[in-house]
């Protein structure tokens, strides 16, 4: 089955740099690259997702690249702001028929 | 229009009780998971549906999991009897299919002793 992870595990970046997080997928057949974020005590909610026919997507302060022949994407966040420090999840799924597999998480920290 | 509704939301419970988790998945979605949430890390699928259909269990701890989606609308898992590493967070999710935005609910935090 589909394998995810997630690197590195925690990120500490100072207000107003960029962060980025990258995770690896092993099954070549995923092609739906979801990003949730998790604050504290509340649920995942999707920040962005991209399809494999589409290599980067922006969504303002927020990109997500992919990468299939290195089976990995990565998550970009610029101009950081405190109320970007939450747990960062990247998934994989295969198609409508199959499961989203979730990476262990990244807890991103932005310092004032 | 409401999310994800998911009940309780907490539950403390002595192990080798009985515990039942509920979920109100979005109208339309066809697709109903529910994920198992340790302490620091990612959601892990447990089972997933297809309408009233039971897809992916493979992840489901058979011997004392259950679960079931009446109609292909609300669900209830089960777990009996509890044992203390059950304690995590449940979380209930939907969507269109596998491959579109899954939504979760706020999840039930179970705590076993």
């Known amino acids: 089955g589909e394998n995810v992870e997630q690197h590195p595990s925690t990120l500490s970046v100072q207000e107003g740099d960029s962060a980025v997080i990258k995770c690896t997928y092993s099954?070549?057949?995923?092609?739906?690259f979801p990003w949730y974020k998790q604050e504290l005590g509340k649920r995942p909610q999707l920040i962005i997702d991209?399809?494999?026919?589409?290599g980067e997507k922006k969504d303002q302060r927020i990109a997500v690249t992919l990468n299939k022949t290195a089976k990995h994407f990565s998550l970009h966040i610029t101009e950081t702001q405190p109320e970007d420090s939450a747990v960062y999840f990247c998934?994989?799924?295969?198609?409508?028929?199959?499961?989203?597999?979730f990476g262990k998480g990244i807890t991103l920290s932005v310092r004032p | 229009e409401a999310g994800v509704v998911q009940s309780p939301r907490y539950k403390i419970i002595e192990k080798k009780q009985p515990v039942a988790f509920w979920c109100n998945p979005i109208s339309g979605h066809n697709t109903l998971y529910w994920y198992l949430q340790n302490l620091g890390q990612g959601p892990e699928l447990l089972i997933r549906y297809e309408n009233e259909e039971a897809v992916d269990d493979s992840q489901l701890p058979k011997d004392r999991f259950s679960a079931e989606r009446l109609k292909g609308v609300d669900s209830t898992l089960k777990i009996q009897p509890a044992e203390l590493g059950d304690s995590a967070v449940y979380l209930c999710?939907?969507?269109?299919?596998?491959?579109?935005?899954?939504?979760f609910g706020q999840g039930t935090r179970l705590t076993v002793v």
């Open positions: 099954d070549s057949a995923s092609n739906y």
């Open positions: 998934a994989a799924s295969t198609g409508a028929n199959s499961k989203l597999t």
């Open positions: 999710a939907s969507s269109f299919g596998g491959n579109t935005e899954a939504f």
């Open positions: 991209i399809r494999s026919n589409v």
